[in-house]
């Protein structure tokens, strides 16, 4: 889930993990978002021996930035 820092009120985007066996990782990806911070949050539920897991990180946006 991504959302602007500063707006509790925004919707937040819902991105879904995909396993990547190259990897050995879950990947996704989060849509384009406006210049600014942007708190993403991944959860991870009813993880076995762990129960509901979350984990948050603010992210920099930079206007004109190519990927």
């Given amino acids: 889930m991504a959302r602007p820092d500063g707006d509790p009120d925004a919707e937040p985007a819902v991105v879904p993990l995909e396993w990547d066996a190259r990897t050995q ?18 959860t991870a539920q009813d993880v076995p021996g762990g129960g509901d897991l979350s984990v948050g990180e603010t992210l920099a946006v930079i206007d004109g930035a190519e990927a």
């Avoid at 990782?25 to 991944?42: K, R």
């Fill in 25 to 42: 990782g879950f990947c996704g990806e989060l849509p384009a978002a406006a210049p600014g911070l942007h708190t993403v949050t991944v």
